[in-house]
């Protein structure tokens, strides 16, 4: 009995040695063929002039587009996101907005549209809490925005503006007053 029980621990032994040396074999890779990503980030300055929109001011700020590139190779790994905020005020005095979305698009020299991948998406965007939908007289608001950029546009030269498509439906806004008539009458 202490002989199968011996040749049980011999093979358990030999299977656990062979399975830590399993695990600590290095690949025979070296380091740089098994290099990660590379982020490359690219900053678009936007003109700092303030958009209008009938009665809504805004600017597109702190605009910066990512891509994923593989060192080793230069091929795309995650394509061009364009990333930045839109900031809106309602400079009216009697209208309100509720914002429903808004979309981007990017223009080169000629004014045509740069194309973006079909298996990309759009560059729609909504906004997404009651807070930024609702823009009363004199308040302000800001909705983040995370779009898919067109990779054409990432040549020297070839974007030179950026249109914002903005979606809301304007409401009058009024205030009104009225007086109710009371008499007091004490009980008891």
């Known amino acids: 009995m202490t002989q199968p029980f011996s040749r049980m621990m011999i093979v358990a032994t030999a299977l656990a040695a062979l399975a830590v040396a399993a695990c600590s074999q290095q690949s025979g890779t070296p380091a740089a063929a ?3 990503p590379v982020e490359k980030t690219f900053t678009l300055t936007p003109s700092n002039a303030v958009m ?3 009665f809504l001011t805004g600017q597109l700020q702190d605009l910066t ?3 994923r590139v593989d060192p080793k190779s230069g091929t795309v ?3 061009p996101e364009l990333r930045g905020t839109l900031r809106l005020k309602n400079v009216s005095t009697d209208q309100s907005a509720q914002l429903i979305g808004g979309k981007l698009v ?3 020299a000629k004014g045509q549209p740069i194309p973006i991948a079909k298996n990309r998406g759009d560059t729609s965007f909504t906004f997404s809490s ?3 939908q609702r823009l009363d007289p004199g308040q302000e608001t800001s909705q983040s925005i995370d779009v898919p950029f067109p990779r054409g546009g990432l040549k020297a030269d070839d974007l030179q503006t950026v249109r914002l498509d903005l979606s809301y439906l304007p409401s009058t806004y009024r205030e009104q ?3 109710y008539a009371v008499s007091l009458k004490a009980q008891g």
């Open 106 to 108: 990017f223009l080169d």
């Open 52 to 54: 209008k929109v009938d």
């Open 177 to 179: 007053t009225v007086n």
């Open 77 to 79: 790994v995650d394509a």
């Open 34 to 36: 098994t290099a990660q």
């Open 130 to 132: 009651f807070e930024t």
């Open 65 to 67: 587009i990512t891509e």
